[in-house]
Structures are given as structure tokens and as C-alpha cells.
């Protein structure tokens, strides 16, 4: 029963909630508009010539939909805006560079990366060449037994360290909500449970395998029946991902989608070489010309008699 | 000797439960609260309820529906403004933002920090339309709209100057200023408006200038700067106003007709274009860069700046020149030809003196005086004595707006090393995408701020005070008529002896003029350097 709960029906929900909440929710940004180019300039914009512009700025401050394509992949892939991160020092009134969110930030993202790509291995027949060639590289394999997977380690170091920030460091405990502790807390039970999977009471994985091929090809009654065989230890880490998959479109996890869409960040800074048009630009109420000049008559003229001029007369 | 008055600047750090209780009028500290837009300001742009209100007091006199137009303006905004949806949804609270924002630095008032002041709605936002927030409440950081969050609202987003300093860190670029602006547009929809933008935004919408000067003012000022001109270099300058078919239309804040220092940079700007012999002409209709309009909605702001381009087909000019200032240049680099698209009767914004073509103007037709300047001073088409100059230790102070909404760094820089011998940066994370607000821009220029503007001006008068005391700079310089507003105040009170002006006025010192008598004086009327009185 456990099995068939755990192992058939909760994932397929989960996993439809993930793929419908997902698209529900960049359909959802896609559809509002975009009435204004406003990126956040971090560099310095393309102009005359003899302004040089350094690797940085072009990127910092794209002009091109190259360097701005460039300056989406620096961010999403090496936090870009987070490695400029500062601390302030109020009794020395003075900024100091300060990294270590950003390399918690890192090493949270790549381990889990690595980790998902490891878990690939459970869906993929066979599993891929370069599959086994990280899981083998990161592992060190044959130097620990059983081999000691480092990002399955570091993930958990990398959420205790952003966890502990946000107890520990006053002011990031005054930002956090509980939604933020929990993602975390439930990040932490998904890394542990499968750390306890890997290296403690191991289940079957050809049983896990067997389940969730079966799962992805729809063959529902022989999901039913291998899930059955399964330990129930294995539900509880398969029961926490499921979960995540289902919290996932409603919570704050979303920036991963998020950030693609970021108007600050996705368009070029060359807003006056290219004008961008607001779809819904409504129509110009204001002072015109012959209104002004309705009010102001006696003055404008007089501007004209003078020749459309003024000059010292000291 | 008396000892002076220490200033304390007291971090609390709540419990997030206490985060999402609303501060109300019961707690508004004088110096921190707006007052309330004025009837007639109200009355003449057309915004819903006008009516005599006061922030202190219980009762705002709000309209009997106002919870509905709020959430339904905001169901609006959500549609219209991707970046506002987005920014609602994204952020994981990670603080990166807390400690960039110069108001949270210097009050320590914890909803100042930029997510902290981006919770406020966002907490409205989770739990009208978000389901976890209708389903779980306060645990999912959602709150009622109350009239007390209303109050709280007004409070803060009032206290932001716009400046982005906090989208320049953001992992996800949420940007502060996109969130309070459109929050202040909903605000005013249900008549919550403040003062001193209102005053100058109606002002700007009847006579086409914020300080509200009529054309004889306007050609008065200018005329009375062409006598200073003539004073230091006895050169009688005819100023072109309102006049067709010239080349080219400038146009710069109006702070720049009367203010101190802005006056010298005015002076700077006539000198200049007398002695390259433009063709171009000011006008008393647009006879404002400046749109406070953008600091509360977008259309106010279209409101404002659409005379500039009817202006200029007006007149049959072929582009448009603008002058110093911040915020302007958010609404031209990034706003105008967006709001009102250029005629086509402009054209191709080349330097008639060097030739230059700007590329990066080729839509929208606009160019700064800096990206002017400094192409006039590498083609070599100005003599310059930078040695005029040498009573002043420059630094630069990068304006937010220019900064980060169009990054317009090395140009001002560029041309104030042409005319300066002594020029020192700030420390490196004050300046450029990482420079300070200095703590008035935004709309809180207003008086009765005066203690937000001077706590949240500290850490940029730090990093000037840093340089005053390593390297003896005494002069700032700035390229926003807001800067020049603030920054004598803000340097007085920090008590920093250092001198506010712009790069105009640097480059008038410097520029030698044909048939210039020998200067004596620099366009303050200080005795230039080497010269005995």
C-alpha cells in the first residue's frame, strides 16, 4: 500500500502539479507587459569612440543582444550581480567585499546540479557516458569505499551554512519568513534522507529504477508492483522530492524561472538607439503648444520682437 | 569648545512577525513623513480626491471604496508592469540588498531595507493574489489591507529616492524603484499623494518648468547669466531662445535659471556654445529636462515630457542637447521616446563641429552634454586651461540616474580631467553602478524630510569626507541639479568643507574664449589662482 501511495500515485501528482504550475507561471510573467526598457546599468554604456569600454562594462552594461545574452549567462550562471556584494561597516562608515553569500549561493546550485544529474542515471537506459564520467570524477573513485560522492556532501554543508545565516545573523532573521526556513528545511530532509539512502540503509536500486522507468513509460500496474517490493525507507526521500516538485511553482523557489525574465537584466541598455514601444502607451494628455502660448502670449511675443534673443545689456 | 550633538544610528532587528505589523501615524517621526499633496495641486493634474488631509492625524479621509480601487489599480499594475509582477514573485529574501540602501544605512530603521520595503506590498500581494497567502496568512508573510498599511505604505515608499543601488546587487535584479514607483501610482489613485513632487509637477504641466517660471523669467535669467558671463570674460553673449530652425534644442533643468551652483554650470553651458559658434536654441515651453512626474506615475511623467519633442518639431531642430541633471536622464535615456515617440521630422544627431555622428542617440535623438563635451574636447575643437581650475581638488560624484539607468561614466570623467589638474576618485564602492544617492533624490528634496535626507546622504558624505581629509579635495562635482540642491546642506550638516558644483561650471573656468579679457575670476567670482586682488 505504502508502495502504491508513495511510489505510483503521489509522484504523478507531484510531477503534474511541477510541469502545469510551471508553465501556468511563466505564461502567467509572459503575459504582463513590458511597458519600459529599464535595465540596471552596472557598466559603462556604449557612446563616443574614445570611450573605452572594458570585458565588464560590455557585459555589465550590454548595447548588443550578444553582450546582453552574455550578461544573462554570467548571471545565471556565476550569480554575477551577487559576487559584487558588499558589507557595510557602519563604525568605519566603509563598504568591504563580502563573498560568502555568493559562494554558499555557488556551491548550494552546482552540488545540486551535479546531484540531479547523478540522479539522471535512475531515469536514463542506458545511463549517459559523461554520467558516469562526473559521477566517477567527483567521487574519487577508488580512493574512499563505498566512493564518496562530494556534491551530495556539499549540498548539505552549502544549505546548513545559508540556514544558519538566516538564524544566527540578525539581519537576515529579521528578513526571513517561515516559508524561507522551510524550503530550507525541506531541502536539508531531501539531501539527508538521500545521503542516509546512499551511504546507510541502502535500498534496491534496480527496484528504484525498474520504478521509475516504469513510471515514465506509463506501464502503471508494473509500477504498482515493483513499488511494492521496495523498503520503505526509500519512500521517505522519494516522498520529500515529490513534495518539492509540488511546492516548487508556488514558492520562491520560482526565481530559478524567474530570473530569465528580469527586465532589469534581460535588455540591452541602448535605449536611445533603439526605442522600445509600450503596448499599452496611453494616448498624450498635456500642455500644448498653442495652449501655452494662449497663456503666455504677451511674454512669448515679446521674446519675438526681440529677435528671438537675449543679451547682456550691462 | 561645545560638544557637539552625537548622532546614533540604531539598528533593530524585529522578529518578522513584528515586521508585518503596519507603522502608523501614532509612530511618524517629524523629519521622516511627507505632508500631503496640496488641494490645488491635486485639482489642477486631475488625480481622484482631492481633499485637505493630514498624515498625523487618524482619519486620511479616504474614499469609502478605497481598499477596492487599491487592489483593482494593483490587479492593473500587475498586468501592465512585467517587472512589478516579477519582483513580487522572485525574491528568495536572501539580504543581499539590506545593507546597499543609503536610508536603511543611516536610520537603521529595518523597513528600510530595500526588501523590507519591497514586503510591505509584497505581503498585500500574497495575500490578495497569491494562493498561499489566502490559504495560510501571516505564516506565508501575506497581511490584510488595512487603512493602517495604507499609512505605512505612505511612509515608506516615500522614504526611497529611487536610485536602484539595491537592483545593481540584486541576484535577480529586482529593482526597488520599479516596485515603489508603481506602488506610489497606486497610492495616488486613491488620493494618497505627497507634497513637494505634486507642487512642482503641476507647476511643470502649467508653464513647462517645475520651478513655474513664465517665458520673461526664463528669458530674464538667462539674460542675467550673459551678464555674469560678461563680467569674468567680458564677452557679450546673445542667448537664442524660442528660435526656428536651428540646429539644435537644449534643454536642462530649470534649476539651472536661478539655483546656487547650478547658475555657474549655466553660465558654463552659454560660455560653451558661444565660443564653438552652435547654431542651437533654449525654449521657454520646454524649458525643462526634469520630470518629477516620473517619480510618481507613468503618467504623470508622459504628462511632462511630451512638450519636448513638440517643442522640437516646433521649432524644425534636427536634435536635441540636454544639460545636468539625474533624473531627467532616466526619463530620457529610458523613458521619453518610450512615452511619446520622437517626430520625424528630427534628424541624425551629428556634431556640427566635429562630425561626430552618436550612434548610441540614433532614435530617440538625444545627447548628453557630457558625451557633447568630451567629443569636442577629443577632436581638440576647445583651448582649455585646466590650470584656471587649480584651486579646486575635484571628485566626482556619479549620479544615481545617470549611473544606473544609462552608465554614463567615463564621459563626465573624461572631460573633467581635461579641465582639472587635480582630480581624485571616491572609494571604489561609492562610485560609479555602486555610487550613494546623496539621500534627496526621488522626490524627497522636500524640507520637512530634512532628517531622512541628511541620515541617508551619510555614507556618500563619508566617502567625501574621506577624500577631503586624504587628498584635500574641496570641490565636488556632480552632474545632477538635484546633487546641487542637496549636497550644500547635506555637506554643512556633516560638516565637510567641501564646495558643490558641476562639470559645466569646470569646463567654463577652463575654456579660453576668443576676445576673452584676462580672467581674474573663476564663474564664482573667487580670484583665480596666481592673481593678487
Not at chain 2, 571604489?428 to 546622504?457: F, N, Q
Request: proline share 5%; net charge neutral; aromatic share 14%.
Amino acid at each position: 500500500m505504502i508502495g502504491v501511495i508513495f511510489g505510483v500515485i503521489i509522484p504523478y501528482i507531484a510531477v503534474a502539479i511541477f510541469v502545469i504550475g510551471i508553465i501556468y507561471r511563466i505564461i502567467n510573467w509572459a503575459n504582463s507587459a513590458v511597458p519600459l526598457k529599464v535595465p540596471t546599468t552596472c557598466g559603462q554604456q556604449k557612446s563616443l569612440k574614445f570611450i573605452r569600454r572594458t570585458i565588464y562594462d560590455r557585459f555589465d552594461s550590454p548595447y548588443t543582444k550578444w553582450e546582453t545574452v552574455v550578461r544573462m549567462f554570467l548571471e545565471i550562471f556565476f550569480f554575477r550581480s551577487l559576487f559584487r556584494n558588499t558589507r557595510y561597516y557602519l563604525d568605519k562608515q566603509m563598504a568591504r567585499d563580502a563573498r560568502w553569500l555568493w559562494l554558499f549561493a555557488i556551491l548550494f546550485h552546482y552540488s545540486l546540479l551535479l546531484v540531479l544529474l547523478r540522479h539522471s542515471r535512475f531515469f536514463l537506459q542506458p545511463v549517459p557516458e559523461f554520467i558516469e564520467m562526473i559521477s566517477n570524477l567527483e567521487a574519487f573513485k577508488g580512493v574512499y569505499i563505498p566512493s564518496l560522492y562530494i556534491s551530495g556532501i556539499l549540498i548539505v554543508a552549502a544549505l546548513f551554512a545559508l540556514w544558519f545565516r538566516r538564524l544566527f545573523l540578525s539581519r537576515e532573521r529579521t528578513l526571513s519568513l517561515p516559508s524561507d526556513h522551510f524550503a530550507l528545511i525541506l531541502l536539508l530532509a531531501i539531501t539527508i534522507s538521500g545521503n542516509i539512502l546512499r551511504y546507510f540503509i541502502k535500498a534496491d536500486l534496480e527496484a528504484v529504477k525498474e520504478l521509475i522507468m516504469n513510471l515514465m513509460t506509463f506501464n502503471i500496474a508494473e509500477a504498482v508492483e515493483v513499488a511494492n517490493t521496495i523498503e520503505p525507507i526509500f519512500y521517505v526521500h522519494f516522498f520529500l522530492g515529490s513534495f518539492l516538485l509540488a511546492y516548487f511553482p508556488f514558492s520562491k523557489l520560482m526565481h530559478a524561472g524567474g530570473v530569465f525574465f528580469s527586465p532589469t537584466r534581460n535588455m540591452p541598455n541602448n535605449n536611445r538607439a533603439e526605442i522600445h514601444v509600450n503596448p499599452w502607451n496611453p494616448p498624450y494628455k498635456g500642455l500644448t503648444w498653442e495652449e501655452y502660448y494662449e497663456m503666455y502670449k504677451d511674454q512669448l511675443d515679446e521674446i519675438a520682437e526681440q529677435g528671438y534673443k537675449v543679451k547682456p545689456e550691462l | 569648545m561645545e560638544e557637539a550633538e552625537k548622532l546614533k544610528i540604531e539598528q533593530r532587528f524585529p522578529s518578522w512577525r513584528e515586521l508585518l505589523k503596519p507603522v502608523t501615524e501614532k509612530d511618524f517621526k517629524p523629519g521622516y513623513y511627507h505632508y500631503s499633496a496640496l488641494v490645488r495641486d491635486v485639482k489642477a493634474l486631475e488625480l481622484p480626491f482631492p481633499r485637505e488631509w493630514n498624515p498625523l492625524e487618524k482619519d486620511w479621509k479616504l474614499p469609502p471604496n478605497w481598499k477596492e480601487i487599491f487592489l483593482k489599480k494593483m490587479k492593473e499594475a500587475l498586468e501592465k508592469f512585467r517587472s512589478f509582477k516579477l519582483f513580487m514573485d522572485i525574491c528568495v529574501r536572501c539580504g543581499a540588498c539590506a545593507d546597499k540602501c543609503h536610508y536603511y544605512l543611516g536610520t537603521g530603521d529595518p523597513k528600510n531595507m530595500p526588501v523590507a520595503r519591497a514586503e510591505l506590498i509584497r505581503s498585500i500581494y500574497r495575500r490578495y493574489f497569491t494562493p498561499a497567502g489566502k490559504l495560510f496568512g501571516e505564516l506565508a508573510g501575506a497581511r490584510d489591507l488595512t487603512e493602517d498599511v495604507i499609512k505605512e505604505l505612505y511612509y515608506y515608499a516615500y522614504q526611497c529616492s529611487l536610485c536602484r543601488r539595491c537592483s545593481a546587487f540584486c541576484p535577480y535584479g529586482i529593482d526597488t524603484a520599479e516596485v515603489i514607483w508603481v506602488l506610489r501610482s497606486i497610492l495616488a489613485e486613491i488620493g494618497v499623494v505627497h507634497r513637494f513632487s505634486l507642487i512642482s509637477i503641476a507647476a511643470s504641466a502649467r508653464t513647462g518648468n517645475h520651478l513655474g517660471l513664465l517665458p520673461g523669467g526664463i528669458a530674464g535669467a538667462l539674460q542675467s547669466i550673459a551678464e555674469d558671463v560678461k563680467e569674468v570674460t567680458g564677452i557679450d553673449i546673445e542667448v537664442p531662445i524660442n528660435k526656428k530652425g536651428a540646429d539644435i534644442l537644449f534643454v536642462a533643468p530649470s534649476a539651472d535659471y536661478f539655483a546656487t551652483p547650478h547658475w555657474f554650470v549655466c553660465m558654463g553651458y552659454l560660455m560653451l556654445f558661444h565660443e564653438i559658434g552652435l547654431d542651437y536654441t533654449w525654449s521657454t515651453y520646454a524649458s525643462e529636462g526634469g520630470n518629477f512626474g516620473t517619480f510618481i506615475s507613468y503618467e504623470l511623467a508622459q504628462k511632462l515630457n511630451a512638450k519636448i519633442y513638440q517643442e522640437a518639431e516646433r521649432l524644425g531642430v534636427k536634435w536635441i542637447l540636454g544639460g545636468e541633471c539625474g533624473h531627467m536622464w532616466r526619463d530620457k535615456h529610458q523613458y521619453i521616446a518610450t512615452m511619446n515617440p520622437p517626430p520625424k521630422t528630427l534628424e541624425d544627431p551629428i556634431n556640427p563641429i566635429t562630425g561626430t555622428y552618436f550612434e548610441n542617440a540614433a532614435e530617440s535623438k538625444w545627447v548628453h552634454i557630457a558625451e557633447f563635451v568630451a567629443d569636442l574636447i577629443a577632436h581638440k575643437k576647445l583651448k582649455l586651461d585646466p590650470s584656471r581650475n587649480d584651486h579646486w581638488k575635484v571628485t566626482f560624484h556619479d549620479s544615481c540616474n545617470p549611473a544606473r539607468a544609462m552608465g554614463l561614466f567615463e564621459e563626465p570623467r573624461y572631460v573633467i580631467k581635461n579641465v582639472c589638474n587635480y582630480f581624485y576618485e571616491m572609494p571604489e564602492h561609492t562610485i560609479k553602478e555602486k555610487t550613494y544617492c546623496c539621500g534627496s533624490g526621488g522626490g524627497l528634496l522636500a524640507d520637512e524630510v530634512m532628517d531622512l535626507r541628511m541620515r541617508g546622504g551619510m555614507p556618500r558624505a563619508m566617502a567625501i569626507r574621506y577624500v577631503h581629509k586624504k587628498y584635500g579635495v574641496n570641490y565636488l562635482c556632480t552632474i545632477c541639479a538635484i546633487d546641487k540642491a542637496a549636497f550644500p546642506t547635506l555637506l554643512e550638516y556633516w560638516k565637510i568643507p567641501v564646495e558643490v558644483g558641476g562639470m559645466m561650471e569646470l569646463v567654463g573656468n577652463a575654456l579660453i574664449m576668443k576676445g576673452e579679457k584676462e580672467r581674474t575670476m573663476d564663474l564664482r567670482g573667487n580670484p583665480l589662482p596666481g592673481v593678487n586682488e
